[in-house]
């Protein structure tokens, strides 16, 4: 296992990107937007989320992955923000286990930082803390048959690059090497349980996720996660033992909302609201009609008690943080708020997705030589979000709105340099 001194030396790669707001970053002279990573062999070092976005939308490919552009801001409560905290926090229990508790808790500081007059960061940061509470005290204090009480970590957080070989041909792509990275890889020791799934002994990816909701139809959905089947195989090259399978972490998003203290201009328009109600008959006051009463005289006294009601509001207080906090553990306590699935590994998913990454490399070549990277409108909408490049397609390419963006290196599989990504021949 990691010691904790390994694990703060990497505490600076997950603090809030959201503090960069407005702040145009330096482009460093030797990567310029539109150029590439490239490996020992001078050969273009690709993710393969990148080249699932240039089959999702060209054009959402080009302005992330060639012009390096993203929003100036993003807001702390994004769920891309909450989803690397959470990510931090099952990385640290990872290499930690029970132990973990209080780093997982200055964790969570450091990543949202200062939040006292930020109250969506408040939010965030509230959430994000019940979750992996919640998270310790289900798989590791409560249930010691888990998968974590009977493995021992391989690799965590670990990036790599390997070579693109085409499974049919053996051939070695000259132009691209892909580069990547999991969230662990594990060895289990003896039988055990990964959620309500009996595991056998071997080497297994463990993968963490985050959702908004943790439905039946996401959990089939994870079939189709070929990121994962992908790293499985270049896991499985590096280190000389086949995976045998996926283990999936999966926490839930709440919107369980903090109570925030009413301005007076917020209480004004609430009791105006009221008042519209009961003119209308619609405010609440749980009267109900007696039998000898005509409905004339009942919506009169309905009315007269919606008014009584009404003179009775008095703004709202800002919710106690511990009032807030208690009622997000109970949200949490919910089985359908954390999941663990297992998906084993099918050799032939695996090669499936090696041919699917080598034709979208042609594709890419495609795309470069005749200078096209055309737009995929059912993708503008997809995660439950709008684009963060709905403004630019939809301005196509304004100045102004241009200048709501900041040229940003991608920092996904593609920010692997020869110092600090390792390919995976090496790591036996």
């Excluded at 139809?217 to 045998?244: C, F, K």
């Amino acid at each position: 296992m990691r010691t904790g001194a390994e694990i703060d030396t990497e505490e600076e790669d997950f603090v809030r990107e959201a503090t960069q707001a407005k702040r145009r970053l330096p482009v460093v002279e030797s990567r310029r937007p539109g150029s590439f990573v490239m490996d020992e062999y001078d050969r273009v070092i690709v993710s393969y989320s990148s080249m699932k976005q240039l089959r999702n939308c060209p054009r959402k490919y080009k302005r992330r992955y060639l012009d390096w552009i993203v929003p100036a801001y993003i807001r702390p409560g994004d769920p891309r923000n909450w989803g690397s905290c959470i990510h931090r926090g099952l990385e640290i229990m990872l290499a930690h286990g029970d132990d973990a508790t209080s780093m997982v808790d200055e964790a969570i500081v450091k990543y949202w930082g200062d939040v006292a007059r930020d109250h969506e960061a408040f939010q965030a940061r509230a959430r994000a803390q019940a979750a992996l509470n919640e998270y310790s005290e289900r798989w590791y204090a409560a249930d010691p048959g888990q998968a974590n009480h009977h493995w021992e970590p391989v690799l965590i957080e670990k990036k790599f690059t390997g070579d693109i070989i085409h499974p049919d041909t053996g051939q070695v792509h000259q132009r691209y090497s892909i580069g990547g990275k999991v969230d662990g890889v594990v060895r289990v020791t003896e039988a055990c349980r990964w959620g309500a799934c009996d595991i056998r002994p071997g080497l297994y990816l463990k993968e963490n996720k985050t959702a908004k909701s943790i439905s039946e139809n996401y959990l089939t959905r994870l079939w189709t996660d070929m990121q994962i089947l992908l790293y499985s195989h270049y896991v499985a090259d590096g280190l000389g033992e086949p995976v045998i399978g996926i283990l999936y972490d999966i926490v839930g998003k709440t919107d369980l909302a903090h109570t925030d203290a009413e301005s007076p201009a917020e209480f004004e328009k609430r009791k105006a609201d009221a008042l519209k109600q009961a003119e209308a008959g619609e405010y609440p006051t749980r009267l109900r009609k007696r039998n000898d009463e005509l409905p004339e005289d009942f919506e009169r006294r309905k009315k007269a008690r919606a008014i009584e009601l009404i003179e009775e509001l008095r703004p709202r207080e800002r919710e106690s943080d511990e009032s807030y906090s208690d009622r997000l553990a109970k949200s949490y306590k919910n089985e359908s708020m954390m999941c663990r699935a297992y998906v084993e590994v099918d050799t032939r998913a695996v090669v499936d997705v090696r041919r699917e990454l080598w034709l979208l490399l042609e594709r890419h070549d495609a795309h470069q030589l005749n200078g096209q990277w055309g737009k995929n409108e059912d993708h503008c909408f997809a995660y439950f979000r709008k684009c963060d490049y709905w403004a630019l397609c939809t301005s196509f390419d304004s100045p102004t709105v241009l200048d709501q963006y900041v040229i940003r290196q991608p920092h996904e599989e593609q920010e692997a340099t020869e110092d600090e990504s390792t390919p995976l021949p090496s790591m036996a």
